[in-house]
C-alpha cells in the first residue's frame, strides 16, 4: 500500500523548491491534488530569489494539468501572478505553454496594462511579441493600451505601441482618440508622435467635437498651431454646429490662438443650430478676441434664431462698449421685443447707463406692453422661474383680483413668454433699486406702470413711494406726504429709510432742505411749521441746514409753499 501525501506535505515541497518530491508525491497513485489548483498557490507564494527552481516546480504543474487560464478567488490567473511577481522567466513559461494574453478577470485589467504600469517595457515587450492583442480595450470604457500610456506619461510605450502597429485612430465608447486623449492630458510629445505617425485630426467624439475643440479646451496655442499646420479643419463642427471659433470666445481662448484659426480660414459668422455666432460666446474675459473677430469682419448686429444679437448676450460694461463702439445697433430687438437695455437688468447697472449714454431708448416696450421700467418692477417681484406651460398666455387683461390660483397663474406670465431671456436668473438683491435709481434718474416713463396690477406685487414700496415723489409730486407738504404713505401702507419706520433715498436723488436743494425738516420732525405739523418760522423769522439754523445759508431765497419759498 503506498503513502498517502496531506497538502501540507505538498506545500512543503513547493516552498523548498524540491521538484523531486513534488513529483514522487503528484505521481503517486494515492495522489488527489489538484494541480490547477497547486499551480495558483504556487504563483502566489513562490520566493522570487529562486526564480529557476520556482520556473521548473511550475513547469513540473503544468506538465501534470494544471490549467493556466484558470482564475482563483481573487480573480487572479498564473499570468497575473507571474506579472506582479516581475519575472520573464515565468512569463515566458506560461507564455510557451498557451497562457491567453487577452484575459481581463482581475480588476479587469489586461497583461498588456499590467506591464505598462508597472513600467515594464520587457513585459510589454515579450506580450506583444508573442501576438497580445494591442487594439483590445483594456476597461469598459473602451480605453485602449496606447491611450493608457499617453496617461502614464510613457513615451517609449507610445512608441513601441505605434511601432508594433496600435491603431491610433482607435475611439474609446465616447468616440474619443489616442490624439484626444494626449491633448486633454497635455502630453506635448505624445500628440506629436501621433500626429507624425498620420493620426485623423479631424475625427470626431459622440459630441462631434475634434481635436482642435480639445486643443482649444485646454487653452494651449502651441496644440492649435500644430493642428492646424497639419491640415485640421478650422471650420469644423460639432452636433449642435458649434464650431472651433466659438469655443474659443467661450473658453476665453489665447488671442494668439484666435488669430491662428482666423488667419488660417475660421469663418468669423458661422452660426450654429441657434443661429449664434463667435461673437456671441464672448464675454467680459474674452473681450481681446472679440475684438479679432471685429477687426476680421464680424457682423455685430447679426442675430440669431430668437433675432437676438452679441449686444444683447454681452456681459460687461467693456465688452458692451466694443460692440457699440463698433457700430452695433442699441435698440435692436429680438422676437419678444427685448432689446439690449432690458436684457441688461440681468447684468450690471454700469452696462445700463452705457446703453441709455449710447442712445437706447429707454421706453422701448416689448411685445407683451413691458419697458425695462416694468419688467424692473415685476420680474424683481415675481422673480423669473416662469412655468412654460403658461409661457405664451396674454395676460394684458389678467385681473390679478382673482382667486389665488387665478393670482398665482398671472403671476408667473405676467411678462408673456420669457424663457429666451430668463435664464440670466432672478435680479440679484439690491439691483432693483439701483436700475429704478438709473431708469428714473433718466427720465424713464413711469406712466408705463400699471399700478392697478402692479402694486400687489411691490416688495419695497420705498422705492415706488421715490417714484412718486421723483415724478408725481416733487413740491409735496406735509399733508401730499402723509397722503402718499397711508396709499403706499408705508409705516413710520420706513418714512426716515424713504426721505433719505429721496434726499439722494438727484433734486433741488430747496427739496432736499425740505426732506431733512420732515426727517426731523416727523408728522408733527406745529413743530415743521416753528421750525421754519425759528429758520426764517428769527435766523436760527438747524445744524443739518447749515448748508442752505446761501439759498435764503429757496427756504422763504419753502415757507410760502407750506403755508399754501
Not at 92 to 113: P, Q, S
Not at 123 to 135: Q, T, Y
Request: glycine share 6%; net charge negative; with cysteine.
Amino acid at each position: 500500500m503506498g503513502l498517502t501525501y496531506s497538502i501540507h506535505d505538498v506545500e512543503d515541497a513547493i516552498l523548498s523548491s524540491n521538484q523531486q518530491r513534488l513529483q514522487e508525491i503528484l505521481q503517486s497513485s494515492w495522489s488527489h491534488f489538484s494541480c490547477t489548483t497547486l499551480l495558483l498557490w504556487a504563483c502566489e507564494n513562490s520566493r522570487e530569489q529562486h526564480v529557476e527552481v520556482n520556473c521548473r516546480i511550475f513547469q513540473t504543474l503544468i506538465d501534470n494539468g494544471a490549467d493556466i487560464n484558470t482564475v482563483d478567488k481573487d480573480g487572479k490567473t498564473a499570468l497575473t501572478y507571474a506579472l506582479q511577481k516581475n519575472t520573464t522567466d515565468f512569463l515566458k513559461i506560461l507564455i510557451d505553454n498557451g497562457a491567453d494574453l487577452n484575459m481581463t478577470k482581475y480588476g479587469n485589467k489586461t497583461a498588456l496594462m499590467y506591464a505598462l504600469e508597472r513600467n515594464r517595457s520587457d513585459f510589454a515587450k515579450m506580450l506583444i511579441d508573442n501576438g497580445v492583442d494591442i487594439n483590445a480595450a483594456i476597461d469598459r470604457d473602451g480605453k485602449t493600451p496606447l491611450m493608457f500610456a499617453i496617461g502614464i506619461k510613457t513615451i517609449d510605450f507610445v512608441k513601441m505601441l505605434i511601432d508594433n502597429g496600435a491603431d491610433i485612430n482607435a475611439a474609446n465608447k465616447y468616440g474619443e482618440t489616442a490624439l484626444m486623449h494626449a491633448l486633454k492630458r497635455n502630453r506635448s510629445d505624445s500628440v506629436k508622435m501621433l500626429i507624425n505617425n498620420g493620426a485623423d485630426l479631424n475625427m470626431a467624439d459622440e459630441d462631434g467635437a475634434t481635436a482642435l475643440m480639445y486643443a482649444i479646451g485646454i487653452n494651449t496655442t502651441d496644440f492649435v498651431r500644430m493642428l492646424v499646420d497639419n491640415g485640421a479643419n478650422v471650420n469644423a463642427a460639432d452636433h449642435d454646429w458649434k464650431t472651433v471659433l466659438m469655443f474659443a470666445l467661450e473658453r476665453n481662448a489665447e488671442n494668439l490662438a484666435i488669430l491662428t484659426l482666423i488667419e488660417n480660414g475660421a469663418d468669423v459668422n458661422a452660426t450654429n443650430k441657434d443661429g449664434k455666432t463667435a461673437l456671441m460666446y464672448g464675454g467680459k474675459r474674452s473681450i481681446h478676441g472679440m475684438q479679432l473677430l471685429i477687426d476680421n469682419g464680424a457682423d455685430v448686429n447679426i442675430t440669431n434664431n430668437d433675432d437676438m444679437t452679441a449686444l444683447m448676450f454681452a456681459i460687461g460694461y467693456d465688452t458692451a462698449k466694443l460692440l457699440i463702439d463698433n457700430g452695433a445697433d442699441v435698440n435692436a430687438a429680438d422676437k419678444h421685443g427685448m432689446t439690449a437695455l432690458m436684457f441688461e437688468l440681468w447684468k450690471n447697472s454700469q452696462g445700463m447707463q452705457l446703453l441709455i449714454d449710447k442712445g437706447a431708448d429707454i421706453d422701448a416696450i416689448n411685445k407683451h406692453g413691458r419697458t425695462a421700467l416694468t419688467l424692473v418692477v415685476e420680474v424683481d417681484a415675481k422673480g423669473t422661474d416662469i412655468d412654460e406651460t403658461y409661457a405664451d398666455v396674454d395676460v394684458t387683461h389678467t385681473d390679478v383680483t382673482q382667486t389665488d390660483v387665478d393670482v398665482t397663474h398671472a403671476e408667473m406670465n405676467i411678462t408673456g413668454n420669457v424663457k429666451h431671456w430668463s435664464k440670466f436668473g432672478p435680479l440679484m438683491p439690491g439691483d432693483k433699486a439701483k436700475y429704478l435709481e438709473i431708469l428714473i434718474d433718466n427720465r424713464a416713463d413711469i406712466s408705463a406702470l400699471n399700478k392697478d396690477s402692479i402694486y400687489p406685487y411691490i416688495s419695497n414700496k420705498t422705492i415706488q413711494f421715490c417714484m412718486d415723489v421723483t415724478f408725481g409730486a416733487e413740491h409735496i407738504n406735509q399733508e401730499e406726504f402723509t397722503a402718499i404713505c397711508e396709499d403706499h401702507h408705508i409705516n413710520d419706520r420706513s418714512k426716515f429709510e424713504l426721505v433719505d433715498l429721496i434726499q439722494s436723488r438727484k433734486t433741488s436743494l430747496k427739496h432736499q432742505a425740505r426732506m431733512y425738516i420732515l426727517k426731523t420732525k416727523g408728522m408733527d405739523c406745529n413743530a415743521y411749521v416753528d421750525l421754519i418760522n425759528c429758520l426764517i423769522n428769527e435766523g436760527h439754523l438747524a445744524v443739518g441746514l447749515k448748508h442752505f445759508m446761501m439759498f435764503k431765497s429757496e427756504v422763504q419759498d419753502m415757507m410760502s409753499l407750506f403755508k399754501d
